[in-house]
């Protein structure tokens, strides 16, 4: 008896944590501690400092009034919990406002991949007439306004000719926006190896996470982020959830395979992200993996596993950037021309 | 010769020098380098974190969108730097944000004083329809909805029989702002008795601030804040700058005495908040003085006076206080019924 001891079920448990951390493995990457390098946007502390300021600067909005972090707001998850955001003049986005945290390892950006990279995206939405409607024109003018900004953008690019301009805006906040990354979740330290770091209900939701097929899209290093696929490929969700107006990236490559194509969103942070999908329709985590059960999957899943799929879920949340606020320059005294400040349509709600 | 040394200019200066700080203490205090105790209100650090958690709350306000730091960015001096603040569905507000910096020292608060302190403040905007456009109802469902706010309510405020209340949510605000004072300006240099910290332009600039009548309404610890004065005392300024249909404290009061009397503001860190007076129209702060001498002091101020009580307002700006951006806590799961969810009127820009 005591020369062959039956395999415990302590024993037992462990090897299975043992083989599911291999599993995960092959599909998964944990978050990095530090922020990646980005090619052709060298990252210094006086670049990321430039950038975050330039983050919450509402002056390069039309408005004055709404910055990038107006939507997505570091203080909820990078995102506005809204179901689309609301921008210049009240007038709200077509789609949810992705989150910006581990946004630097999509391998695009929006939710139709039409920027290829955090510079690009940056450009957008203060442009977007229903975000921060600015011009590019009057966002360099405000720049050249501020003495501050004159001196750290010299600082920053001393090697440009003209060191204030809207692409190097963007180089400065992608070099930020690459720093908002949030390490540690215990999924990343079951990733590492402390098989202690999931429980066992979030062990089983992962098991079936897999199982069931959720990572044959949303693996890597953001469960998510790295390919484009069809919403609805077994069963179109409702118009609520998928409206027809919006054929995703089929805007962009006007290929017909490409209708109602998103780019899968990162599940990191998930649970603080809500609403969910580019319609930002369904608030309830657990409605959403129901929705992407039947209409991804063509799987009815039971209550328990949607559960412990959530609970899952739960475990992808990591460390949340520290952001001392920065403090923004201002205009030097005589300021800009007045065309500069806040023009400021007659808008009123509609009674 | 020896014996009797003539006066040099450099004693003369040292003496004039310190006859303008005798003279400017017996006006104007030092902002103190520590938060002051608020009477009945407790300032405990728990308490202070929950303020600051509720000041950057955009989910206090019905369209998730808004928070306090919206019009009073700590970004931009405590503003928002707009003639009068956007706020639910695009709306604007009636006269211009003043800065929360420093504000505890103000003597009441709003415009027209219709809040005797930054608690009894604290609960307008947060209901005020082209505001946050929020319900205490709404406001206390929402809080209830979060599980850590539940738990800092009740650390915080341990002997109610509910924590989690509107005037709660307000008295720890009111704790958070008490915090938001910038100390170490260099006029506060100077009062503390170190000539050096002003310069010569600057010094003229107080000399004239102090004769020509400016310092008998700006006094003080806040220089302001702390007296009604009707506007425009000796000439009308145009009702570009006091719109006729705003007749400040009368509001508050309904005394003939109190048309067009408002608080006034304090000139602390003036030149980081334009633009300027209630109607929120003079972007300019040598302008602002221009239109003071002549309404309020019925004096036509030299060019060069201008400059330089404007320089010496320069002195005025102090020390930001440093704000790490609060990581907000989500709702429970399951959430709190649709109607807390941002419901969004249907709003358009006029074409």
Request: charged share 20%.
């Amino acid at each position: 008896m005591l020369a062959s001891l039956p395999t415990t079920p302590a024993h037992a448990e462990a090897s299975a944590d043992a083989r599911l951390l291999e599993r995960a493995k092959g599909l998964f990457e944990p978050i990095p501690t530090a922020p990646p390098q980005l090619p052709g946007n060298v990252s210094t502390p006086e670049k990321v400092e430039l950038g975050k300021m330039l983050f919450f600067e509402p002056r390069l909005s039309a408005s004055w009034f709404i910055s990038c972090n107006s939507c997505h707001n570091l203080a909820t998850a990078g995102v506005d919990l809204q179901p689309a955001s609301i921008g210049h003049g009240w007038n709200r986005g077509g789609r949810n406002a992705p989150t910006v945290l581990n946004s630097v390892f999509n391998f695009a950006q929006f939710w139709d991949g039409r920027a290829k990279d955090l510079m690009e995206q940056a450009q957008g939405p203060v442009q977007a007439a229903v975000e921060m409607n600015s011009k590019p024109a009057d966002v360099v003018a405000f720049l050249n306004a501020v003495p501050e900004y004159g001196v750290r953008f010299s600082k920053v690019f001393p090697d440009d000719k003209e060191p204030v301009s809207f692409k190097n805006m963007a180089r400065a906040i992608e070099v930020y926006e690459a720093t908002l990354i949030t390490p540690n979740a215990r999924f990343d330290k079951f990733l590492r190896g402390d098989l202690a770091a999931l429980t066992g209900r979030e062990k089983t939701g992962l098991d079936l996470f897999m199982d069931k097929g959720c990572s044959a899209c949303h693996n890597g290093i953001n469960l998510g982020g790295n390919s484009y696929q069809p919403f609805g490929v077994m069963a179109k969700p409702g118009a609520e959830i998928l409206p027809e107006g919006d054929p995703g990236r089929f805007q962009v490559t006007k290929t017909a395979t490409d209708e109602y194509v998103f780019k899968v969103p990162t599940l990191r942070n998930i649970v603080l992200t809500p609403p969910y999908f580019h319609s930002g329709k369904v608030w309830d985590v657990e409605q959403a993996v129901a929705v992407m059960g039947s209409s991804q999957l063509g799987a009815t899943l039971s209550g328990d596993e949607i559960a412990a799929i959530a609970d899952f879920l739960d475990s992808l949340n990591g460390d949340m950037p520290k952001t001392d606020l920065p403090i923004l320059p201002a205009i030097a005294s005589g300021g800009p021309a007045p065309h500069l400040r806040p023009a400021l349509p007659e808008m009123r709600p509609r009674e």
